[in-house]
């Protein structure tokens, strides 16, 4: 079957780096997504990996390994405006999203 | 956990007929259901949020009368575009929101592609 597992909670300090980790399952592949999710809004799309490595953009970092069926998405310099949940999705051979359930994160001053 | 199913997954259709897509929720009731529309790398957009029994709000520049949607049931939603044209090719996605107990959570379904020749 197709799956995707993220961690469901995670916290961490204003100022500081978390990673969220991502493993999926799909039949096929045709690349990964990551989005922000703030409560009561729609998701905003943060980056999409179809390659393996490490892709930057700003205090936002994506990284994904095909062979090991894992993503991470990295934020540095933690804002309290960064506290939403993060969604990972795969897209398999058909072109059809897997979702994950979500990570939600919480900022601490 | 939770399951949205989407059907039907990919589409082709000529300028100017109608296409309907289902949205159901399979394994619990949603009490509101949300359809987005995906550009290529860029963020959902919500067209429209749908209640069980009600009409359906429409955001901002959605035009009701070109993308239908029935929330017959608590586990089902349409959404039906009307006249199709090219631009309307798209990925569509809906989403099923639950309220059980204490827990509000959103799960999302697999998307639908549209292509309109």
């Known amino acids: 079957g197709q799956n995707i597992d993220q961690p469901t909670e995670m916290t961490a300090t204003e100022g500081a780096i978390v990673q969220i980790n991502c493993t999926y399952q799909?039949?096929?592949?045709?690349?990964l997504f990551w989005y922000q999710q703030h409560a009561g809004e729609a998701p905003t799309f943060l980056s999409y990996n179809v390659l393996d490595g490490l892709e930057e953009k700003g205090r936002f970092s994506s990284f994904l390994s095909r062979s090991k069926g894992y993503s991470y998405l990295l934020l540095k310099e933690l804002q309290m405006k960064d506290s939403a949940s993060y969604l990972c999705?795969?897209?398999?051979?058909?072109?059809?999203?897997?979702w994950g359930a979500g990570t939600k994160l919480i900022i601490k001053p | 956990g939770a399951v949205v199913s989407q059907h039907p997954s990919r589409v082709i259709c000529k300028s100017g007929t109608s296409v309907k897509i289902e949205c159901r929720s399979l394994?619990?009731?949603?009490?509101?259901m949300f359809w987005y529309r995906q550009f290529p790398k860029k963020s959902l957009m919500l067209m429209a949020t749908s209640n069980e029994g009600s009409k359906a709000t429409y955001e901002q520049g959605v035009e009701k009368d070109k993308f239908l949607i029935n929330h017959a049931s608590l586990t089902l939603s349409t959404l039906t575009v009307t006249s199709a044209h090219p631009e309307d090719s798209s990925f569509y996605i809906c989403?099923?929101?639950?309220?059980?107990?204490?827990?509000?959570?959103?799960?999302f379904g697999p998307g639908t592609r549209l292509t309109v020749l």
């Open positions: 999705a795969a897209m398999d051979s058909n072109y059809q999203l897997i």
């Open positions: 799909t039949s096929g592949f045709n690349g």
């Open positions: 394994d619990f009731q949603a009490t509101t």
């Open positions: 989403s099923a929101r639950t309220e059980a107990g204490e827990s509000d959570t959103q799960y």
